[in-house]
């Protein structure tokens, strides 16, 4: 019983691998997918205007461990993520406790 399912389990991943080769065109006279093709103004495809701007606004936020106790002058207060960061000219700093880390906005 034991052989029945390995064999079992070997046919099918030596058809699976038999399959992928033939969809990347490994196996001659067997292309089924030739080239990728992406359509401008599809959500899905990396050119869409869509795409681009979910990929621009998409952050993430790193706290350093740099603390400051007062913020600088002229700081702006600005959401990156659903976040509040305080913007002081090149850096950002997020409230913690009873002072400022300073955050890297990737």
Known sequence: MNIR??????????SLMAAGMVID?????????????ARIGRPVTPGS?????????RRTIR???VYVVTLPASCTTVVV???????????????HSNQYVVVNVD
């Not at 399912?5 to 030596?14: C, E, F, H, M, P």
């Not at 305080?86 to 997020?94: A, N, V």
């Open 81 to 95: 993520e659903g976040t509040t960061l305080h913007h002081c000219g090149s850096t950002y700093y997020q409230a």
């Open 49 to 57: 205007v869509a795409g681009v701007a979910r990929r621009t606004t």
């Open 5 to 14: 399912a390995n064999l079992r389990t070997t046919a099918i991943a030596v």
């Open 25 to 37: 065109g490994w196996v001659p006279g067997g292309v089924i997918i030739k080239d990728a093709e």
């Open 63 to 65: 706290r350093t461990s």
